[in-house]
Nanobody, 129 residues
Framework: VQLQASGGGLVQAGGSLRLSCAAS????????MGWFRQAPGKEREFVVV????????YYADSVKGRFAISRDNAKNTLYLQMNMLKPEDTAVYYC???????????????????????WGQGTQVTVSS
């Protein structure tokens, strides 16, 4: 599956952005989908993941209550609504897809980069203070 992230930009602290990730070339509804971010000089950081059927989500503590993940399987698109943005949210944001390899994989959402099979190219989010 190919992933194309978009929607990043420059926003003031307290503002909002909505990221999108368009998927093609695969059965989008079969994939667990996640967002990661990477700031300069730092490792890639987990942000949030959503189950293939949207039955569960899991957020990093740093974004809980401010960010919301959703997906539209009919449109093959993943979203990340980011509210109350902070300067520390500044990073390149990546969407990622994980195709479950087993019944257990299908039940449990992944949260580490190594568990994801496909990655988008990233979109820059910059939050000014």
């Amino acid at each position: 599956v190919q992933l194309q992230a978009s929607g990043g930009g420059l926003v003031q602290a307290g503002g909002s952005l909505r990221l999108s990730c368009a998927a093609s070339g695969g059965s989008f509804g079969n994939y667990h989908m996640g967002w990661f971010r990477q700031a300069p000089g730092k490792e890639r950081e987990f942000v949030v993941v959503i189950h293939s059927s949207s039955t569960s989500t899991y957020y990093a503590d740093s974004v809980k209550g401010r960010f919301a993940i959703s997906r539209d399987n009919a449109k093959n698109t993943l979203y990340l609504q980011m509210n109350m943005l902070k300067p520390e949210d500044t990073a390149v944001y990546y969407c990622a897809a994980d195709l479950p390899k087993s019944v257990m994989d299908a039940m449990v959402v992944p949260t580490t980069p190594d568990e994801f099979d496909y990655w988008g190219q990233g979109t820059q989010v910059t939050v000014s203070s």
